[in-house]
């Protein structure tokens, strides 16, 4: 709850411009800003080939400035990805923290409704709003013809308490009212079109 408080006096001092003290506002973690481009692959290249980390930072300030200047999903070309992930963990089924993880997807027919979606879970987690925070790895925005999404990534895909508990979570901070699935990465990894395991 403190960077929550750090949260609104940086966003009250930005406004204000009563930043008297210039200390930048600490996050609880560090975190990493990840891009993949899928628009372009190679013909053959392996999945995850294009997949880069391009920011790590744990400042209310930097977050501002990084989201501000970059990571609007409505900024991403076609087949697009950004990721927000705790620092030390990849965006990755195979990272170990993913391993024996699953998502929850939300998918958005709206470009402006993506990035209002994409701001509220980055705030949400930042501000460490998920009493479950350990649990999260991270989430992604694609921008995919058949429809845009969003996925929140968590570590512990057999715990179904805990994952519902997250999902409901996630449903009321991105203001979401249609159903949500959760998938385990497991599954993905044996076939392509898997049945979810989770609902909310
Ligand atoms: P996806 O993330 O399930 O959906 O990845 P996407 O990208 O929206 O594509 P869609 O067309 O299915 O909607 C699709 C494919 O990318 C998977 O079937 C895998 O072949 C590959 N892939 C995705 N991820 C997240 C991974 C990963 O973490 N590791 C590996 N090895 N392959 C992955």
Request: hydrophobic fraction near 35%; proline fraction near 3%.
């Given at each position: 709850m403190a960077t929550e408080a750090?949260?609104?006096?940086?966003?009250?001092e930005a406004a204000t411009g009563t930043d008297k003290e210039k200390q930048p506002h600490k996050l609880e973690r560090k975190w990493a800003f990840w891009f993949d481009n899928q628009?372009?692959?190679?013909?053959?290249?392996?999945?995850?080939?294009?997949?880069?980390?391009?920011?790590?930072?744990?400042?209310?300030e930097d977050f501002w400035c990084l989201?501000?200047?970059?990571?609007?999903?409505?900024?991403?070309?076609?087949?697009?990805?950004?990721?927000?992930?705790?620092?030390?963990?990849?965006?990755?089924?195979?990272?170990?923290?993913?391993?024996?993880?699953g998502k929850w997807t939300v998918t958005s027919n709206r470009k402006a409704n993506l990035d209002t979606m994409?701001?509220?879970?980055?705030?949400?987690?930042?501000?460490?709003?998920?009493n479950e925070a350990d649990d999260i790895c991270g989430v992604v925005a694609s921008v995919r013809q058949r429809g845009d999404k969003l996925a929140l990534w968590t570590k512990t895909a057999t715990n179904e308490a805990l994952q519902m508990s997250i999902g409901r979570k996630w449903k009321e901070?991105?203001?979401?009212?249609?159903?949500?699935?959760?998938?385990?990465?497991?599954?993905s990894r044996r076939e392509r079109n898997v049945k979810s395991r989770y609902t909310v």
């Amino acid at each position: 709850m403190a960077t929550e408080a750090a949260i609104e006096a940086a966003a009250t001092e930005a406004a204000t411009g009563t930043d008297k003290e210039k200390q930048p506002h600490k996050l609880e973690r560090k975190w990493a800003f990840w891009f993949d481009n899928q628009s372009k692959p190679k013909q053959g290249a392996a999945w995850g080939t294009s997949l880069r980390q391009i920011y790590t930072f744990d400042t209310v300030e930097d977050f501002w400035c990084l989201y501000d200047q970059i990571f609007k999903p409505s900024k991403l070309p076609g087949n697009g990805d950004f990721h927000l992930f705790k620092t030390g963990i990849e965006p990755k089924w195979e990272d170990p923290e993913c391993a024996n993880g699953g998502k929850w997807t939300v998918t958005s027919n709206r470009k402006a409704n993506l990035d209002t979606m994409w701001l509220e879970t980055l705030m949400a987690l930042i501000g460490e709003q998920f009493n479950e925070a350990d649990d999260i790895c991270g989430v992604v925005a694609s921008v995919r013809q058949r429809g845009d999404k969003l996925a929140l990534w968590t570590k512990t895909a057999t715990n179904e308490a805990l994952q519902m508990s997250i999902g409901r979570k996630w449903k009321e901070i991105i203001d979401v009212t249609d159903k949500m699935t959760y998938n385990f990465h497991d599954d993905s990894r044996r076939e392509r079109n898997v049945k979810s395991r989770y609902t909310v």
